[in-house]
């Protein structure tokens, strides 16, 4: 398990999130920011919808980076 805090994926807050697996940690997140934060969950909605591949591709890279350097949960 690994704990990743909101503000750790460039977020507003100090909530912290526990997910065993990268995509448990991706769905958290959204719902997270869909539930704290919705005006940014709108604003990047929109930008992911106009967003082109490679944009997504870095997004998504981001992510898994966060991911990768958080420290496994003891
Ligand atoms: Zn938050």
Known sequence: ???ITCAQFGGDC???MTA???KEMSDMAWKHVKEAHPEKFKMTQDMMKGAKPEQKAQSEAY???V???APEDK
């Open 14 to 16: 100090d909530h912290k």
């Open 67 to 69: 991911w990768e350097a």
């Open 20 to 22: 065993a697996t990268e």
């Open 63 to 65: 992510f898994h980076k």
């Open 1 to 3: 398990m690994k704990t």
